[in-house]
């Protein structure tokens, strides 16, 4: 995680709805700020707190039905990197963010 600059990092937690109730009034988050991705129904309810819901194509059908973005591929197979992907392209900051990392314009 720390190669990757990220900062906080919980697991483990029990009720996802409660911790991230309190992590957004705590810090002063706006659900607009988060996104959220996950794949089965102990996510649903922490899911209906953010403004974006992402999951992997093999999620269960109830989070599928609420997600705003859905990825091609399963979980532990990249779903995660093309939901970010998604998102970093949506708000037009893929190329910006590559070049940053990598060095190079795409």
Not at 13 to 27: A, R, S, Y
Not at 66 to 81: D, H, L, N, Q
């Amino acid at each position: 995680m720390k190669e990757l600059g990220i900062e906080l990092l919980f697991q483990n937690v029990k009720d996802k709805k409660i911790f991230l109730t309190e992590f957004m009034n705590e810090n002063g988050v706006l659900k607009e700020q988060i996104g959220y991705i996950g794949d089965d129904l102990n996510d649903y309810l922490p899911m209906q707190l953010v403004e974006f819901v992402g999951c992997p194509a093999n999620s269960c059908i109830e989070i599928k039905k609420i997600a705003t973005y859905v990825s091609e591929a399963k979980g532990g197979e990249g779903a995660v990197r093309e939901i970010i992907t998604h998102i970093l392209r949506k708000r037009f900051e893929w190329d910006e963010i590559i070049n940053k990392i990598y060095g190079v314009g795409i």
